[in-house]
């Protein structure tokens, strides 16, 4: 451990000293080899820029998206230092930012701890919605965000932008096919809106099909892991006048996915007769105004999600030919979800003339108001006859005030001090007669100090307290003792760097963090019934608490204007301080889907004849699956690549995934499923193998 501290002190004292170096570049570079600082959309102000946030973050621009990506988000996640992803779905629906975040939810209220946004819309806990095309930049912020986001944000938060209307017209179009049956078509368009010359819409669709990576030997198809999904967004931009704008955005998510992923023979053959469906519709739009005053300027941001889920699987993950002589062996579940989101906010901020204390401290106050309805049904079958049809509704109000005070010590030096209050009412009943009315009152917020070295560097200190809301576990063979849980706190102290080096040739982000969680909830299961698969009883309750510490680094270096290098690092130590269950005590154990380590090292060249070439090498270390046992995936290191030609107006590319065809799991469980005698095993989700395909994309 001393020898890991003594590494990272290193680390950020070479950062320190590279920082000095920069003094003294010198600014003969050309305008091709500078890097830019990017705005982002997740602060309050609209304003900001990377490297004027005091937070861990890193930004995915539309030309790292494009190179690295092909579909989803879950293409480009192993960039980020430090977040993992659970794989209990056809796509990624819930993360993990530092060892925190959910893996799964079967039943319960949803409770997330990793915020998720589109154009200002809350998808978290549906995080499928993460389609890549015609995004402008992800943002993923590390470390509570208490004051911005609340009890969403308890570990960080993933900022999705789709591009921008222009009043100029400019339509874009791609098309790719690959191994697997994988085949997709985009287009988009934009321009100005009638005569106007600020007015502007843009549309986009993309539709992507894939045959999914599984062959299922019982029904002899390659295609019941197969993903079916359709994408349309469009964004309206309208000037009022010259004090008012307002912008529209707009988004239909139609994912009719197979699930097939889960065999009894650890690899890409399955046996299931009954096959898997993970299919989510969800439509969202969000409406954002600003006024600007003499005094203020005032934002008001209106939202609204839908979206209809249906999750279903073979449970016994074969069929009679397969079980022989145990059959019949038959059990299937079926999820339906219906979910209504609204969510409402104004902010009042301050402008150059409505500073207070002597014109030197910058002031924002905001209202927050969200309603989440859901509805579930669920229904198990043993041997074809349904022996649990179980339906709930679920509704939870949340109500938060927030500010934020921005104090200019000295010209260069920054006081950032901001408090949330949230309170959240929740409204559960269900079949059982189970009716629920938890209330918690939560209070967070964050002091931070930001100081610029000269233009081109600023380092930052923050502390800041996160919360997550408590809940309750539904099901009936709990004692009351474990039905309810408290709400979560979560203390992150940071300090960090933001650098552009060597005459803005080189970007350079570090960040050093301690977290101390506090009523930390853990969920965890366990199998009432060794001969039922589906027996499965899922809870959650509040472990004593746990510590979560580590480095961050990403760095992007212009070598010239052809050629350059990108990289990042997480380091990270998550583990129980005191937990212990029926299941043994976890104190000092390392918390589920938390690797020590995650890596990026790659290169870029775009060459003056038109030649393009991109290599992503991707390294994970090894993680537990789940807090209630210690089976662990191993470690896993992938390589992309992408080359091509690029021509003003049209470029064609050929790519691989995970070109050394490497074997990874994304997701462990631990039971009985293999009859007669249902001994535990560890079964995994595999990852994507080896694949390739070619990409045209077209401007005019």
Known sequence: MLKKISTISFLGLSFIALSADDQNSTDSQSDETQLSDIQVTSDFRVETTESEVPASLTVLDEESLNQAGQQHFQDVLNLVPNINWSGSTSRPRYFQIRGIGERSQYEGAPNPSVGFIIDDMDFTGIGGAATLFDIEHIEVLRGSQGTRYGANALAGLIYVQSKAPSTENAYHGRLSVGQDGIRSLGFSATGGLGNSETNAYRLAVHQYNSDGFRHNAFLNRDDSDQKDELTLRGKFHFQINDSWQSDVSLLLIDQDNGFDVWTPTHDFTTYSNDLGIDAQKAVGGSWKNIWTTDVFDVVSITTLTDADITYFFDGDWGNNDYWGEYAPYEYALNNDRERRHTTQEFRVLSNQDSRIFNDRSDWLVGLYLSRLDEDNHSLEASDGVPYRDFSNHYQADKFALFGQLDSHLTEKTTLSTGVRFEQRKADY???????????????????????????????????????????????????????????????????????????????????????????????????????????????????????????????????????????????LKAKYTDYVTIDGDFSGREQAHAPNYTANMGLTYMGDGGFFARMDYQAVDAFYFSDS???????????????????PQWALYAWGRNVLDERYGVRGFYFGLEPPNYEDTLYTHLGDPQHFGITFEFDY
């Open 629 to 647: 046992h210690d089976q662990r995936a191993d470690g896993k290191q992938l390589l992309h690549v992408k080359v091509g030609y690029q021509a």
């Open 429 to 571: 009943f269900d079949d059982n007669a189970l009716n629920l009315k938890p209330k918690d009152d939560m209070l967070g917020g964050q002091i931070s100090l930001k100081h610029q070295l000269n233009k081109r560097h600023n380092l930052y200190a923050t502390v800041a307290r996160g919360f997550k809301a408590g809940g309750f576990n539904l099901s009936t063979t709990l004692p009351d003792s474990r039905r309810s849980y408290d709400p979560e706190y979560l203390v992150n102290y940071e300090i960090g760097s933001k650098a552009f080096l060597f005459d803005y040739r080189l970007q350079l982000n570090t960040a050093l963090f301690y977290s101390k969680r506090k009523d930390m909830q853990v969920s965890t299961s366990f199998q009432s019934d060794p001969n039922d698969p589906l027996t499965y009883v899922y809870y959650t309750g509040n472990a004593a608490e746990g510590e979560n510490y580590g480095l961050e680094m990403d760095a992007l270096w212009q070598v010239n204007r052809n050629l350059s290098l990108h990289g990042s690092v997480g380091y």
